[in-house]
Nanobody, 124 residues
């Protein structure tokens, strides 16, 4: 069964860091673009970052520029979202998603596989 499983969310103080993992099973991530999305309380889901097949990163949210990045580990069939200098406004449910194209898109409807989501709470 093809699925994405996320982990790594939690409670962190402002200014802290978290690393989210997105592990795939039943298919390889190597030839897919992987997007990260988040949904803040009371808001619509938004695209944050995406990494293409060749690890070219596209940023869809100005608010995370310079603070978030994403990397791949092909050996582990896993993609990571490294989040630094976290702010309370980064609070939300974070999702990874894979699309059956090598290039990125900010359109969530173009992604075929979704993780279950992981809660990130930034609070003192």
């Amino acid at each position: 069964q093809a699925q994405l499983v996320e982990s790594g969310g939690g409670l962190v103080q402002p200014g802290g860091s978290l690393r989210l993992s997105c592990a795939a099973s039943g298919f390889t991530l190597d030839y897919k673009a992987i997007g990260w999305f988040r949904q803040a309380p009371g808001k619509e889901r938004e695209g944050i970052l995406c990494t293409s097949k060749n690890s070219f990163i596209t940023n869809y949210a100005d608010s995370v520029k310079g603070r978030f990045t994403t990397t791949r580990d092909s050996a582990k069939n896993t993609v990571y979202l490294q989040m630094n200098s976290l702010k309370p406004e980064d609070t939300g449910i974070y999702y990874c998603a894979a699309r059956s194209f090598t290039s990125c898109s900010g359109d969530s409807g173009s992604y075929n596989y979704w993780g279950q989501g992981t809660q990130v709470t930034v609070s003192s």
